[in-house]
């Protein structure tokens, strides 16, 4: 069985290296991916998708090791 790995705000701020309001900015964007859930914390995303967004739209966060 796969395990659902899932990000909130915080995590996909961190991912990419941004302020909480770019954070905002991206993720209320056309091109980002819609969240799998809206809890009353916030937002939830898949890491799968948020991870497929930085490869295609910031593709200067990858990680050169990997």
């Known amino acids: 069985m796969r395990k659902l790995r899932l990000v909130a705000s915080q995590e996909v701020q961190d991912m990419l290296g941004v302020s909480r ?14 969240p799998v859930a809206v809890l009353s914390v916030g937002r939830i995303w898949l890491t799968d998708d948020v991870e497929r967004w930085i490869r295609d739209h910031r593709p200067d966060l990858q990680d050169s090791s990997k």
Not at 24 to 32: A, L
Request: aromatic fraction near 14%; charged fraction near 20%; proline fraction near 7%.
């Open 21 to 34: 309001t770019r954070a905002y900015q991206i993720t209320n964007s056309k091109t980002f991916p819609d």
